[in-house]
């Protein structure tokens, strides 16, 4: 499939998960439907998806599942793939850092508490 870059909503900075589907469904030319279709998910799962809501009112947070199902059924590239997980589990891309420049953990929970993320280990063993 070739990509206009001139297209501003491509070139647009995609900044969520559900943003970053919405743009997916249009450059593969697909609606919601498709997407039902091709991923198994329920139409509730993939409305939540492209709203970024759940039913409260808080932001969508999909399950790993989901993000990969969404993948699969868009078509998506490794690369594109590994997008979308970072769009929807944030942290990723930070574990990813702290791997690659072998933080300790006391490194890695200062960098995730920069961040604002859930630090490593526990008080208590679970």
Do not use: H
């Amino acid at each position: 499939m070739t990509i206009n870059p001139q297209n501003n909503n491509y070139n647009k900075e995609i900044n969520s998960f559900s943003d970053s589907v919405k743009k997916y469904l249009k450059i593969k030319k697909m609606t919601q439907a498709d997407l039902i279709r091709k991923s198994m998910l329920t139409r509730t799962t993939v409305s939540r998806i492209c709203r970024n809501s759940n039913d409260k009112g808080s932001t969508y947070q999909p399950t790993d599942r989901i993000v990969m199902s969404v993948c699969v059924a868009l078509g998506l590239d490794s690369k594109e793939t590994k997008e979308l997980f970072s769009l929807a589990f944030p942290y990723l891309k930070c574990w990813d850092k702290i791997i690659a420049e072998k933080m300790n953990i006391d490194q890695a929970n200062s960098f995730l508490y920069d961040e604002g993320l859930p630090l490593l280990g526990s008080p208590i063993d679970e």
